[in-house]
């Protein structure tokens, strides 16, 4: 089904040039000259980059076969990751590559939203805040705190955060998935 200009809002899905897009800005211009057009910003779903592009007033696009799914991460098997629909109960093998870095902040039984293009998964989104353990991390030096120093450490799930110094090995903490960052311990 194609859409035209008039029907562009924020969220919308697009195709341009065969690769699935969303709309993530959009403005109407009519100037005293000349014929309206409308400015828009548009994610790749793919490979997240962000495009300008113009439209001519009335110009039409074609809407990609996109669906999300929310999946839950059951295991890992050889190259792929597996994961389970939480509606259908189907399991469904996804490469490790489709993932990318996103696999590191992946626990077992976590739920993540998995868009889908033409029936093949290509993309997952996590959830903005994972909470896990600290799995290894050296001991924060004496003394050596003198503007917010921080470490290295290791969480449950194979990434690795830079900490402040009085975190140790055991405890939780919560990490933010976009921006791979520390934000806080957890206490339990």
């Not at 590559?97 to 992946?106: A, H, M």
Request: glycine share 8%; charged share 25%.
């Amino acid at each position: 089904m194609a859409v035209d200009t008039s029907q562009f809002r924020n969220g919308l899905k697009i195709e341009l040039d065969g690769n699935p897009f969303v709309i993530t800005y959009f403005q109407h211009v009519k100037p005293g000259k000349g014929g309206a057009f409308v400015r828009t910003k548009v994610k790749n779903l793919l490979n997240g980059k962000v495009l300008d592009k113009t439209f001519r007033s009335g110009e039409r696009c074609e809407e990609p076969d996109v669906r999300e799914d929310t999946m839950q991460f059951l295991y890992e098997d050889g190259t792929d990751l597996v994961f389970m629909n939480t509606t259908s109960f189907d399991q469904i093998p996804i490469p490790a590559e489709v993932i990318g870095d996103s696999r590191n902040f992946l626990a077992e039984n976590a739920e993540v939203t998995v868009l889908f293009w033409n029936g093949k998964p290509v993309n997952i989104d996590l959830p903005s805040f994972v909470e896990a353990e600290v799995t290894q991390s050296d001991p924060g030096l004496k003394g050596d705190t003198s503007s917010g120093a921080s470490k290295p450490a290791t969480i449950a799930t194979g990434a690795t955060v830079s900490v402040p110094l009085f975190i140790k090995e055991g405890d939780i903490i919560r990490v933010d998935t976009r921006t791979r960052e520390y934000v806080e311990r957890v206490n339990r």
